[in-house]
């Protein structure tokens, strides 16, 4: 069974990036906060990218505005996706109907007797 996710308060990633910002190496931040590298980055991304509105909460929010904001996103392309076969489909049973209309009256050809 895998380990539970650690959660770490809004100060302490602070801290953490603080620290960053004071001349720190990531590989030093990271072995005395006991995180990944690339979790650093991310916190250092979000303070810069939200500032005040970094951190809040336990991250979720950000992460559920970012999954319906994709999911949007699905729903318009396949919208678009609908809209186009739609349209191919409408052509396709015009040229259909147009091919029925024209083969009827040629359809089969004149018997030759011998």
Wanted: proline content about 3%; aromatic content about 6%; glycine content about 4%.
């Amino acid at each position: 069974m895998s380990p539970s996710r650690r959660t770490f308060t809004k100060q302490f990633k602070e801290a953490a990036v603080r620290r960053l910002e004071l001349g720190a190496s990531v590989a030093e931040v990271t072995r005395a906060c006991e995180v990944n590298p690339n979790v650093l980055h991310r916190w250092r991304r979000e303070l810069r990218e939200y500032a005040a509105k970094a951190f809040l909460g336990e991250g979720r929010s950000r992460t559920e505005e970012s999954r319906i904001a994709e999911l949007e996103r699905k729903v318009g392309r396949q919208a678009m996706e609908i809209d186009f076969l739609r349209r191919c489909l409408q052509r396709v049973e015009e040229q259909r109907k147009l091919q029925a209309l024209t083969t009827r009256s040629s359809s089969t050809p004149a018997s030759r007797t011998k």
